[in-house]
């Protein structure tokens, strides 16, 4: 079972530091993330989902080349790597994995314009070496949501709230 974990920054970029730095983890092994996206809400008050994987991106690709493989079949190639383009762009711009779009974009209707916040779904990590790996973002930020356990929560709080001197 993932546990998701929100926390909000009073800037932008520090919020898209801390998805590089998970990434950075995730690439050495100690978190294995189902999904982390930065959402941002603009002087405007609209909000803005920073997926890390573009679906609608990856459809197209796939599409195009599942569309093309049929075209050659019917002596038309390049037709049908332009349907299977842009039926797989649709298809990726629709569908909806790891964290709900709707849930982030209600959380974020909250925030004060400016601000930003990580959403993180966590299938599984090493605790004490990624919340080391964290003290950079000590008292940057506010644990908004997770559903980790207390004890988890708590030292995650100390981390990124600064509630108390990390060690």
């Not at 546990?3 to 920054?9: A, G, P, Q, R």
């Not at 790597?81 to 849930?103: M, P, R, T, W």
């Not at 973002?137 to 708590?154: C, I, M, P, Q, Y």
Request: glycine share 10%.
């Amino acid at each position: 079972m993932s546990d998701l974990i929100v926390m909000s920054f009073p800037e932008e970029q520090t919020a898209f530091e801390m998805r590089a730095r998970l990434s950075r983890l995730q690439k050495e092994y100690l978190i294995d993330m189902e999904d982390v996206v930065v959402v941002t809400k603009d002087e405007k008050g609209r909000v803005k989902l920073h997926q890390a994987v573009s679906l609608t991106a990856m459809g197209a690709v796939g599409g195009g080349f599942w569309g093309m493989l049929i075209g050659m079949l019917f002596l038309n190639p390049l037709l049908g790597f332009a349907v299977g383009a842009g039926a797989g762009a649709i298809s990726g711009k629709l569908s909806d994995i790891g964290i709900d779009d709707n849930f982030m974009k209600e959380l974020a209707a909250s925030f004060q314009p400016g601000c930003a916040a990580v959403f993180v779904l966590v299938r599984k990590a090493t605790t004490d070496k990624v919340l080391e790996a964290l003290t950079e973002f000590h008292g940057k930020g506010k644990v908004l949501k997770t559903s980790l356990t207390k004890d988890e929560e708590s030292a995650l709080r100390q981390v990124i709230e600064g509630d108390s001197p990390v060690a």
